[in-house]
């Protein structure tokens, strides 16, 4: 069973610096990864595609990197509706998410 | 605008059912693979069903396989996801979600409802 495995868990990261967000398949997914954000209270909303592919309306200090199975987003200058819960997501099958990582203010 | 709004969420006994459904609204609904995402309190997202434009391709998560049925209403812009047998693990947030492209259902979800919420509670 494929399942997806994001570290770290929590991250803590002051404003203006650079996050780093790991997401690990356990089996190939080529590049069928997305990544997703979501605040408190609110729906999710795609930020990523196919790895490496802004959305819609996304800022350029978000950017994805990665094939196979090791995966990262990166958001090079954090601001402060930056800290959320993000989750990668594999559609190389039908999709399965991974557990999350809660970006907070240091 | 695209709008997704769920309704037919609720309080529900175990092993007892209940069929949720989403009206779309500001786009091509029938030219659109359509998914539901679960997220339980305080917990992560985790995909149910989706369905693709025509219904020819359908898929769900091993932990519904058999229980929940997905079906859709091109005709009325809708949505459902019939839920049978439920249990106090299925208690969650039910997302109904678009696919990002038209057609070619790639499973990339660019558009969520608010989610109606299930409770599976004795």
């Known amino acids: 069973e494929k399942v997806m495995t994001q570290s770290p868990a929590t991250l803590s990261v002051s404003p203006g610096e650079r996050a780093t967000l790991s997401c690990r398949a356990s089996q190939s997914v080529s590049s069928n990864l997305a990544w997703y954000q979501q605040k408190p209270g609110q729906a999710p909303r795609l930020l990523i595609y196919d790895t490496s592919t802004r959305a819609t309306g996304i800022p350029a200090r978000f950017s994805g990197s990665g094939s196979g199975t090791e995966f990262t987003l990166t958001i090079s200058s954090l601001q402060s509706e930056d800290f959320a819960v993000y989750y990668c997501?594999?559609?190389?099958?039908?999709?399965?998410f991974g557990q999350g990582t809660k970006l907070e203010i240091k | 605008e695209v709008q997704l709004v769920e309704s037919g969420g609720g309080l529900v006994q175990p092993g007892r059912s209940l069929r949720l459904s989403c009206a779309a609204s500001g786009f091509t609904f029938d030219d659109y693979a359509m998914h539901w995402v679960r997220q339980a309190p305080g917990k992560g997202l985790e995909w149910v069903s989706g369905i693709s434009w025509n219904s020819g391709s359908i898929g769900y998560a091993g932990s519904v396989k058999g229980r929940f049925i997905i079906s859709r209403d091109n005709a009325k812009n809708s949505l459902f996801l019939q839920m049978n047998s439920l249990r106090a693990g299925d208690t969650a947030l039910y997302y109904c979600?678009?696919?990002?492209?038209?057609?070619?259902?790639?499973?990339?979800?660019?558009?969520w409802g608010q989610g109606t919420l299930v409770t599976v509670s004795s």
């Open positions: 979600a678009k696919d990002l492209f038209s057609y070619d259902s790639r499973k990339i979800i660019d558009y």
């Open positions: 997501q594999q559609y190389h099958n039908w999709p399965l």
